[in-house]
C-alpha cells in the first residue's frame, strides 16, 4: 500500500503537456520537517526517483518563473479583463479534498499538518484535481491558518472538529504576545509554503493548456475571528468575537490584533507572489458574523490596508476576494471593487469579487458593472446532491446571470467532501463545451460587440 501511494505521486498524468510531480529532496537537502519515520521513508523514496530523473534546481531560485506559454492562462486572462476569451474558467474551493478519493489515500495517512507542511504531499494534492478535471487553476494545498505559528498562534486540525487554537486571545496581554510576521519568518517558519508554490510552477510551466497558479490568504477579521474563538466550531457563533466589538476596552484591542494580522498578511502575500502565486485569493471565510455596518470596520477597513501594502511591496499579482455571507455587504464591498477612479490616490483595488452562494450574480453584475470579474456562484450542495441535468442548468444559469461579463466559474464555498467525483468532473465537461452551443455563442458575441471587440 505504501509503495502505491508514492507511485500515485509520479504517475502519468491525464491532462496533455502534464508533467507529474517529483521530489524536491534530493535538491533541497532534507530540509523539510519530517515528524515520522513512515514519512521519511515516503519521501526517502521519491527523493531517490528525483535523483534518477530530475534536476530542480531552478525552481528553488528567487527568479520568476518565466511564462512558456504562448497564451497567458484563461484564469488570467480574465483578471485583466480581456473580453476575447472563448469561455469562463473554472476552478473550485476546497478542489483538493476529501470528496476525491487519491486525496483520502493521503488524509487517511497523515494529519493535516502534516500534508500541508511536507511539499512533495502538498503537490501532489494540490495537483490531483487538475489531473483529474483539468480545472483551470491549481491552488496550493494549505490552510488559511497556516501562516499562524510563527507568530505565536499554534493551532491543530481536529478530526470532525475543525482548527483549534491552543492559546486564543482573550486580552490585551495575548494580544502583544502575537509577534507580526517578518519577512525572515517566511524564508524560514514558512519555507515549506515557497517551496510548495515553487515546484508547482516549475511542474506546470510546459502544460499545454497552462493552468493558473493560486496562493491564498486569510482575511484579517476572520484569521482574528479564529484566534480569538480559540475552536473553528465556535467562531461560527462569534460570541468571544462580539465580546470583544462591544466593549471600549475590546474594542481597542480588537483592532490592535486586526492591525497586527493585516501587517502579517501582506508580508506572506508578497511571499507567496515571489515563489511563483500568479494570483491570490483572500478569504473571509466569517464575514457572515458582521453587519454591514461592523463589517465596514471590522473587516473591510484591514482588507483594504492589506490591499494598499501589498502593492506596496510592488507585487501586481491579481487578487481574488471572497467573503462568505456577502449576500446584504456588497454595496460596502463595492467601495473597495471596482471602480473607474479605483487607481485614484495609489490605491488600485481587488481585481475579482469572489461571491457566496446566497448572493445574486446578477445584482452583483448590475452594481459593479460588466468590466467587473466576478468569480462563482453555484451552490455546492448541487454538486453534492443534484442530477446531470441539475449541475448543468445551475452553470447555465449562472453564466447567464453574470451577463457576459468578465467571470470565472466556481463554488460559492468550498466543494463538499459527499460530493460525487463524476458531478465534478460533469461540472467541468459542461464549461468547456460552452462554445459548442449557440446561447453562449450568442452571448458571448454581445459581450464582444459590447467591448469593441471583432467577434
Known amino acids: 500500500m505504501f509503495q502505491f501511494a508514492v507511485l500515485k505521486l509520479t504517475r502519468t498524468p491525464r491532462c496533455a503537456g502534464h508533467t507529474a510531480p517529483r521530489?524536491?529532496?534530493?535538491?533541497?537537502?532534507?530540509?523539510?520537517?519530517?515528524?515520522?519515520?513512515?514519512l521519511r521513508y515516503h519521501v526517502a523514496s521519491l527523493a531517490l526517483r528525483a535523483a534518477l530523473d530530475t534536476d530542480y534546481e531552478g525552481c528553488l531560485s528567487e527568479s520568476s518563473v518565466v511564462e512558456t506559454c504562448n497564451e497567458a492562462p484563461l484564469l488570467l486572462r480574465v483578471l485583466r479583463c480581456d473580453p476575447s476569451v472563448p469561455r469562463p474558467p473554472v476552478w473550485f474551493m476546497r478542489q483538493a479534498g476529501r470528496y476525491m478519493s487519491a486525496f483520502r489515500m493521503y488524509s487517511g495517512r497523515y494529519a493535516f499538518r502534516e500534508r500541508a507542511e511536507t511539499p512533495e504531499i502538498a503537490v501532489e494534492l494540490s495537483l490531483q484535481p487538475w489531473r483529474a478535471f483539468g480545472v483551470d487553476a491549481v491552488i496550493m494545498f494549505a490552510d488559511i491558518l497556516t501562516p499562524l505559528p510563527p507568530m505565536g498562534l499554534d493551532y491543530q486540525i481536529v478530526s470532525g472538529q475543525g482548527p483549534s487554537i491552543k492559546t486564543p486571545v482573550r486580552c490585551m496581554e495575548d494580544v502583544e504576545l502575537v509577534r507580526p510576521l517578518t519577512p525572515e519568518d517566511t524564508e524560514t517558519a514558512l519555507s515549506f509554503v515557497g517551496?510548495?508554490?515553487?515546484?508547482?510552477?516549475?511542474?506546470?510551466?510546459?502544460?499545454?493548456?497552462?493552468?493558473?497558479?493560486?496562493?491564498?490568504?486569510?482575511?484579517?477579521?476572520?484569521?482574528?475571528?479564529?484566534?480569538?474563538?480559540?475552536?473553528g466550531g465556535r467562531a461560527s457563533s462569534g460570541k468571544q468575537v462580539k465580546r470583544m466589538m462591544y466593549t471600549a476596552e475590546g474594542r481597542e484591542l480588537m483592532h490592535r490584533l486586526l492591525q497586527k494580522i493585516t501587517q502579517s498578511m501582506i508580508v506572506f502575500a508578497a511571499y507567496q507572489a515571489r515563489k511563483g502565486a500568479e494570483a491570490i485569493q483572500i478569504f473571509d471565510s466569517w464575514a457572515h458574523l458582521l453587519s454591514p455596518e461592523d463589517y465596514q470596520e471590522f473587516s473591510l477597513f484591514y482588507v483594504e490596508e492589506l490591499v494598499r501594502g501589498i502593492r506596496a511591496h510592488g507585487v501586481e499579482t491579481p487578487l481574488i476576494f471572497f467573503a462568505n455571507g456577502s449576500c446584504g455587504k456588497l454595496g460596502v464591498i463595492s467601495a473597495m471593487y471596482p471602480a473607474d477612479t479605483r487607481e485614484a490616490n495609489g490605491y488600485r483595488g481587488l481585481d475579482a469579487l469572489a461571491l457566496d452562494w446566497r448572493t445574486s450574480i446578477a445584482e452583483a453584475r448590475q452594481l459593479f458593472g460588466k468590466r467587473a470579474v466576478l468569480q462563482g456562484n453555484i451552490d455546492p450542495t448541487v454538486l453534492a446532491c443534484g442530477d446531470t441535468a441539475s449541475v448543468k442548468a445551475a452553470i447555465d444559469r449562472c453564466v447567464c446571470a453574470a451577463s457576459g461579463g468578465a467571470h470565472i466559474l466556481n463554488v460559492g464555498r468550498g466543494i463538499q467532501p459527499d460530493t460525487p467525483?463524476?458531478?465534478?468532473?460533469?461540472?467541468?465537461?459542461?464549461?468547456?463545451?460552452?462554445?459548442?452551443?449557440?446561447?453562449y455563442q450568442q452571448l458571448r458575441h454581445r459581450h464582444l460587440v459590447e467591448n469593441g471587440v471583432p467577434g
Request: proline share 6%; aromatic share 8%.
Open 421 to 439: 467525483e463524476e458531478m465534478v468532473a460533469l461540472f467541468c465537461e459542461h464549461v468547456r463545451a460552452l462554445p459548442e452551443t449557440d446561447w
Open 23 to 38: 521530489s524536491l529532496q534530493a535538491a533541497s537537502g532534507a530540509k523539510f520537517r519530517l515528524r515520522s519515520e513512515r
Open 195 to 231: 517551496t510548495t508554490l515553487s515546484t508547482l510552477a516549475h511542474t506546470l510551466a510546459d502544460a499545454r493548456p497552462r493552468p493558473a497558479l493560486l496562493g491564498f490568504l486569510g482575511a484579517p477579521f476572520t484569521l482574528a475571528a479564529y484566534g480569538i474563538e480559540g475552536e
